[in-house]
T-cell receptor
């Protein structure tokens, strides 16, 4: 099966500019994640969607970051305006995880290739 | 708060030597732990999970709740094991379950 797709693969912008990233998850995967990975660190979850609803966005800097998944499939992550510290790889992942309150089984997260953002 | 610590950023071993990548965690609940791997120019992918008690590519990891550790081990390292390895903890956050990752260990297996 096709994997998680992301575009663009690389982006260079100047601070205070805007940028958007796109993610197409694996077909049928209900859950979609956006991670930020700063150089030398592990991925950090920014936002998690279940179908087209937000399940967790507690670590998303909402003053400048926004994300949507309107039809429960593709998703976009936007930064406006960008800061130097936003330079990172932005990873999208998806899983079959259908959350069950009080339970929940783990379904593997499949990661995309990432978008490397450089803010000058 | 939940946290995953990987104390070694870089680890080099010779081919055929044993390798151990360290992972320690802090979490007040019942932990679910995983190892993810990223080979050069490839995507991040799941290597193994503690609940499966499986051996993947010769790697094993045992959850030690007393020491709050989940070290990854392989008795005889191969050059193709060279990669970035991340330990991850799955925890509940509100109504969601999510992963928190350690900072990773870059393993280099020398010929």
């Amino acid at each position: 099966e096709a994997g998680v797709a992301q575009s663009p693969r690389y982006k260079i912008i100047e601070k205070r500019q805007s940028v958007a990233f796109w993610c197409n998850p694996i077909s049928g995967h209900a859950t979609l994640y956006w991670y930020q990975q700063i150089l030398g660190q592990g991925p950090k979850l920014l936002i998690q969607f279940q179908n087209n609803g937000v399940v967790d966005d507690s670590q998303l800097p909402k003053d400048r970051f926004s994300a949507e998944r309107l039809k429960g499939v593709d998703s976009t992550l936007k930064i406006q305006p960008a800061k130097l510290e936003d330079s990172a790889v932005y990873l999208c992942a998806s899983s079959l995880d259908t959350y069950v309150w009080g339970g929940g089984r783990y379904n593997e997260q499949f990661f995309g290739p990432g978008t490397r953002l450089t803010v000058l | 708060a939940q946290r995953v610590t990987q104390p070694e950023k870089l680890l080099s071993v010779f081919k055929g030597a044993p390798v151990e990548l360290k992972c320690n965690y802090s979490y007040s609940g019942s932990p679910e732990l995983f190892w993810y791997v990223q080979y050069s120019r490839q995507r991040l992918q799941l290597l193994l999970r503690h609940i499966s008690r499986e051996s993947i590519k010769g790697f094993t990891a045992d959850l030690n709740k007393g020491e709050t550790s989940f070290h990854l081990k392989k008795p005889f390292a191969q050059e193709e094991d060279s990669a970035m390895y991340y330990c991850a903890l799955r925890f509940r956050s509100g109504s969601a379950r999510q992963l928190t990752f350690g900072s990773g260990t870059q393993l280099t297996v020398l010929p």
